[in-house]
């Protein structure tokens, strides 16, 4: 049984039954009402009768039995039974009428049970003990409620009719309900047939109301998401690592197959230390290339508030413990704010990876060992530039910086892959900042990092 149809019984069994209810609890509250009532009515009839007989005592007995041909005219079917102090029958209504259990009420009546109320079939009995000018009376009255019962038919009639249009009105709108609360889970049931992991720009519509469906559906698109972004790493990080290793591992094999037919021991063991440091930087070209594809594909990215000179400062810190020699001098605008002025949104792991490549950079190609660092503010960005002296990448390397594998003259010499400036590129990308690289003077390179402050 699918949701719709559980949400249609459901609903409609519980509202027709507490309907059903409710109607049943006023029809038996107005039949108790209506005996009530009744009963009263014929408990006041046989206390009038008591007072009238004993005023027609003094007078004509038969004025008693003229009263009573004009309240037979007030209770259908009436009949009244009046007895003295010894119970024995004083008067009796001129009717047919029986009481079939007037001996019993009769004997149960007495000083401490005054009064006696009782059925037999649809008529309203009620047997009453009345002491009137110190005299006492025993009274039993029966009389059938035609107008009370006729007023109870009707409403039943009335409430039975009621019942079955609300409850049709019930089973129309539980139906409509139920097909308005389900929609947007068959909606949502229908788009996932043509949802999979490589589909990156198909993801379930979000609902203009905000309810559960809602909150289902951004759950839904989230896990997606992180679902495609862990996918589309292992695309790129198996495409990089496929495509872009292909070189460098086969210059590993040529290398290898040199050693092999050497003969010279010197030359084999400055070869194979060469093979050690090259496999080495293999290594960590692949934690580049790793990380790269990380921050193409957004995986595993949390945002904060960050200050950025506490970034440099850090690791300017562990720096100097493998560098002690190196020197870094950190300046600051003087109309930098101290706080706002240097505070981003963004990845803290990223970020150091950012300081991490470039002031790595100003250490392997400064002449002088030493390069200065400056923040400043401009149009709502934080600018950090970092200079250092040192041979200079030439204009035409410039545009073919930031691409994999470009290495520039001023590299000649020294290990690498050139992947740094490229994670560099990519992660400041993705925090909507970017890095540009300038030589103002013929021997000092310049990089200038902009990213947007938080606001």
């Known amino acids: 049984m699918n949701i719709r149809h559980r949400i249609l019984i459901y609903f409609s069994v519980l509202a027709i039954a507490i309907t059903g209810f409710a109607f049943l609890l006023i029809f038996t509250l107005f039949s108790n009402y209506r005996r009530e009532e009744f009963q009263q009515r014929i408990k006041d009839h046989t206390i009038s009768t008591i007072t009238y007989l004993e005023e027609s005592q003094a007078s004509n007995h038969n004025i008693l039995r003229s009263m009573g041909r004009l309240k037979i005219n007030q209770l259908l079917n009436e009949k009244t039974l009046l007895f003295n102090a010894k119970k024995q029958l004083i008067y009796s209504s001129l009717d047919d009428t029986v009481i079939e259990f007037s001996k019993d009420i009769l004997t149960k009546l007495n000083k401490n049970k005054k009064l006696i109320e009782s059925i037999e079939g649809k008529n309203d009995v009620v047997g009453i003990y009345l002491i009137d000018a110190g005299i006492e009376y025993y009274g039993i009255s029966k009389a059938y409620d035609e107008f ?69 559906t951004n759950r839904f698109n989230d896990l997606m998401l992180r679902l495609q972004n862990s996918f589309f790493f292992q695309k790129h990080a198996v495409h990089h690592i496929s495509h872009e290793l292909k070189t460098p591992i086969s210059i590993l094999v040529s290398n290898l197959e040199k050693l092999e037919n050497e003969n010279d021991i010197t030359f084999l063991k400055a070869g194979i230390t060469n093979q050690k440091e090259d496999t080495k930087l293999l290594g960590e070209m692949i934690n580049a290339l790793l990380e790269i594809a990380k921050v193409e594909t957004h995986a595993n990215l949390n945002f904060q508030q960050l200050r950025m000179d506490d970034v440099v400062f850090d690791w300017v810190a562990d720096c100097k413990k493998i560098h002690s020699k190196f020197k870094f001098e950190i300046g600051f605008d003087e109309k930098l704010d101290s706080d706002r002025g240097v505070s981003i949104q963004g990845n803290e792991r990223l970020m150091k990876m950012v300081i991490q490549n470039l002031l790595l950079n100003c250490v392997n190609y400064s002449s002088e060992n030493k390069a200065v660092i400056f923040f400043k503010n401009q149009r709502n960005h934080l600018i950090i530039q970092i200079s250092n ?39 400041l990308e993705l925090h909507g900042g970017k890095i540009e690289y300038s030589n103002s003077d013929i021997n000092q390179n310049e990089f200038n990092i902009f990213l947007p402050l938080l606001n």
């Open 148 to 216: 009370g019962y006729s007023k109870l038919e009707f409403l039943k009639y009335a409430l039975g009719i009621l019942y079955i249009i609300i409850s049709a009105l019930i089973l129309l709108s539980s139906f409509i309900l139920a097909k308005q609360i389900t929609q947007p889970i068959i909606s949502m049931a229908a788009a996932l047939k043509v949802i999979n992991i490589e589909t990156v720009n198909q993801l379930l519509p979000i609902p203009e109301n905000r309810d559960e469906i809602y909150l289902l």
């Open 389 to 427: 002296k040192g041979e200079i990448i030439s204009k035409p390397e410039i545009p073919f910086l930031f691409q994999h594998f470009f290495r520039g003259e001023n590299s000649r010499g020294k290990r690498g892959f050139g992947l740094g400036l490229v994670l560099v590129n990519k992660i």
